[in-house]
T-cell receptor, first 107, second 114 residues
Framework: RKEVEQDPGPFNVPEGATVAFNCTYS??????FFWYRQDCRKEPKLLMS???SGNEDGRFTAQLNRASQYISLLIRDSKLSDSATYLC????????FGTGTQLKVEL | NAGVTQTPKFQVLKTGQSMTLQCAQD?????MSWYRQDPGMGLRLIHY???????DQGEVPNGYNVSRSTTEDFPLRLLSAAPSQTSVYFC?????????????FGPGTRLTVT
């Protein structure tokens, strides 16, 4: 089993839709959880840190479920500009990344 | 602040050649790391360093060397390039310890080995 697993997609959704991604991890001792966004051929950039209590930033909500060992990202009211690959990252000092989920938002 | 910088942006090597990918950060981060990214494989950790003079292997270290003589610089050396090392290489840095700190990435080096 991979340390961190994501559905690669692509998720094709219409503008305005709500879309959710999950990311499962195998190491129960993991302490740090992040969602990154990566645009084509660019470096990953932090979208959100993920906390046990859950956190929200505008249209984006991240949740952590330690019991089931997964993190989730919810995007509401999708925009064309949200089209990208979303990577989850899990670990301690050293982060392990999922392979990414591709999102395409269409008119 | 320039953040994390990488040079070169693009490089073509012939099999057997050696080269060094440069990485520098100006945020005084203790932790630096190198990843390679291949289609369908995600980001895989090559080597990392928790401070000057300290380096360790990641998931895919074979064929690569690193050193960390200063806090700012973390070069990655390809000893004898192979076509399997064709990839995009990202350098990253962050503060160590708690709370969990964001990892910042450089713009990447796109390497082709022929």
């Amino acid at each position: 089993r991979k340390e961190v697993e994501q559905d690669p997609g692509p998720f094709n959704v219409p503008e305005g839709a709500t879309v959710a991604f999950n990311c499962t991890y195998s190491n129960s001792a993991s302490q740090s959880f992040f969602w990154y966004r990566q645009d084509c051929r660019k470096e990953p950039k932090l979208l959100m840190s993920v906390y046990s209590s859950g956190n929200e930033d505008g249209r984006f909500t991240a949740q952590l479920n330690r019991a089931s060992q997964y993190i989730s990202l919810l995007i509401r009211d999708s925009k064309l500009s949200d089209s990208a690959t979303y990577l989850c990252a899990v670990g301690g000092n050293k982060l392990t990344f999922g392979t990414g989920t591709q999102l395409k938002v269409e008119l | 602040n320039a953040g994390v910088t990488q040079t070169p942006k693009f490089q073509v090597l012939k099999t057997g050649q050696s080269m060094t990918l440069q990485c520098a950060q100006d945020m005084n981060h203790e932790y630096m790391s190198w990843y390679r990214q291949d289609p369908g494989m995600g980001l895989r950790l090559i080597h990392y360093s928790v401070g000057a003079g300290i380096t360790d292997q990641g998931e895919v270290p074979n064929g690569y060397n690193v050193s960390r003589s200063t806090t700012e610089d973390f070069p990655l050396r390809l000893l004898s390039a192979a076509p399997s090392q064709t990839s995009v290489y990202f350098c990253a840095s962050k503060n160590s310890g708690t709370p969990p700190y964001e990892q910042y990435f450089g713009p990447g080096t796109r390497l082709t080995v022929t």
